[in-house]
T-cell receptor, first 113, second 113 residues
């Protein structure tokens, strides 16, 4: 079935270091992927997205990489800050035309000051 | 604030009572989605609307759950005869149209005693 999963449930990084959060997806036909950040007690916050016709997209301090060959998605955060501490979810949109997002379980990022 | 808003933010109710949650999407967004999120999990899709039409409701968890978007603007999610297992965060998201980025509200946290 369609599913999105994450390699690591928790990640701890030192402030100022770069963070890499990984995600595997199972539906090779999915054509749109989004990374969300969720802080405790809040709704998911859009970070960055990428469509399947791209393999890299950059935002402010964040980069998403898409490897369709191995169905792998990653989020890179440069110069990680304490405010980056949160749970990060990747989500995919199956190419069904009706677009509920399929989320994984999330990775908790803890930034050590 | 022009983002997605939800009301109430928290709801505590006794088992067997009915509850209703409201979502106000971003004003120009045609699509409105409801998700449920339990602790440690990613959001789980429930239903969505294109304007006032409910296009997918087979994922609603039981016939105790219903949603409306009568004028194509705000939406309500009702849970009848609540059970303890209904305790969760209920999230609303909106997007301009299908295939576009979904932006989430802050959620309504339901606790059923």
């Amino acid at each position: 079935g369609e599913s999105v999963g994450l390699h690591l449930p928790t990640l701890s990084v030192q402030e100022g270091d770069n963070s890499i959060i990984n995600c595997a997806y199972s539906n090779s036909a999915s054509d749109y992927f989004i990374w969300y950040k969720q802080e405790s007690g809040k709704g998911p916050q859009f970070i960055i997205d990428i469509r399947s016709n791209m393999d890299k997209r950059q935002g402010q301090r964040v980069t998403v990489l898409l490897n369709k060959t191995v169905k792998h998605l990653s989020l890179q955060i440069a110069a990680t800050q304490p405010g980056d501490s949160a749970v990060y979810f990747c989500a995919e949109t199956p190419p069904s035309g009706n677009t509920p997002l399929v989320f994984g379980k999330g990775t908790r990022l803890s930034v050590i000051a | 604030d022009t983002g997605v808003s939800q009301d109430p933010r928290h709801k505590i109710t006794k088992r067997g009572q009915n509850v209703t949650f409201r979502c106000d999407p971003i004003s120009e967004h045609n699509r409105l989605y409801w998700y449920r999120q339990t602790l440690g999990q990613g959001p789980e899709f429930l239903t969505y609307f294109q304007n006032e039409a409910q296009l997918e409701k087979s994922r609603l968890l039981s016939d105790r759950f219903s949603a409306e978007r009568p004028k194509g603007s705000f939406s309500t999610l009702e849970i009848q005869r609540t059970e303890q297992g209904d305790s969760a965060m209920y999230l609303c998201a909106s997007s301009l149209s299908g295939g576009d980025t979904q932006y989430f509200g802050p959620g309504t946290r339901l606790t059923v005693l």
